[in-house]
């Protein structure tokens, strides 16, 4: 079976500032994780996602993410925080084998003040 | 355009009524998905189907149904409405475990 964790369902940024985007993962198997994101009242669209092979992983509008098995994470990063990077953030996984379900975490919401 | 396609996109719906959320998909994914969003719950897993002619329970699957006749459609039935499914649904399919789901533009549900 497979869970995650967001830590911290509401982050607030400057703009220009490091975002980080909390994200641990339990899964009995190897497992696929991605990162989501959802504009409001939109459904959502893959930013990045980890299979197999280099564990730091790049997706669209500069958005980061590094598997790290040992500490079961895959944090979210970008170097400098835009004005239209807020929205919902949801990271998931799936398994490598077995069954093809997709579980969410509940979702930070990343607020960029000016 | 190719993806997936909800319908109705917004319902308000008596409590007791049956409801069939429809879910079309032209990617001919194998996989395919029903979620419900709610405040500070993020998305849990209602229902999903692996292939056509198979599916498995999610999360929360209590008081709804799937099928899946055929690769495209993967239809969500409320069998009788209650306020606690007020929520926004929302379909998904990938071609498999290790590849983008594709998620539609959701239903709004109300259930009063």
């Known amino acids: 079976a497979q869970s995650v964790t967001q830590l911290g369902s509401h982050v607030s940024v400057s703009e220009g500032a490091l975002v980080l985007l909390r994200c641990n993962y339990s899964?009995?198997?190897?497992?696929?994780l991605f990162w989501y994101v959802q504009y409001p009242n939109q459904g959502l669209q893959l930013l990045l996602k980890?299979?197999?092979?280099?564990?730091l992983v790049k997706g669209i509008n500069g958005f980061e993410a590094e598997f790290k098995k040992s500490e079961t994470s895959f944090h979210l990063t970008k170097p400098s925080a835009h004005m239209s990077d807020a929205a919902e953030y949801f990271c998931?996984?799936?398994?490598?084998?077995?069954?093809?379900?997709?579980?969410f975490g509940q979702g930070t919401r990343l607020t960029i003040n000016p | 355009i190719a993806g997936i396609t909800q319908a109705p996109t917004s319902q308000i719906l008596a409590a007791g009524r049956r409801m069939t959320l429809r879910c079309t998909q032209d990617?001919?994914?194998?996989?395919m998905y029903w979620y419900r969003q709610d405040l500070g719950l993020g998305l849990r897993l209602i229902h999903y189907?692996?292939?056509?002619?198979?599916?498995g329970k999610g999360e929360v699957p209590d008081g709804y149904s799937v099928s899946r006749a055929n690769t495209d459609d993967f239809p969500l039935t409320l069998a009788s409405a209650v306020p606690s499914q007020t929520s926004v649904y929302f379909c998904?399919?990938?071609?498999?475990?290790?590849?983008?789901?594709?998620f539609g533009q959701g239903t709004r549900l109300t259930v009063v």
């Open positions: 998904a399919s990938s071609e498999g475990s290790n590849t983008e789901a594709f």
């Open positions: 899964s009995s198997v190897p497992p696929y």
């Open positions: 980890y299979t197999t092979g280099a564990t």
């Open positions: 998931a996984v799936s398994a490598l084998r077995g069954a093809q379900k997709l579980v």
């Open positions: 990617m001919r994914h194998n996989a």
């Open positions: 189907s692996n292939t056509a002619g198979t599916t």
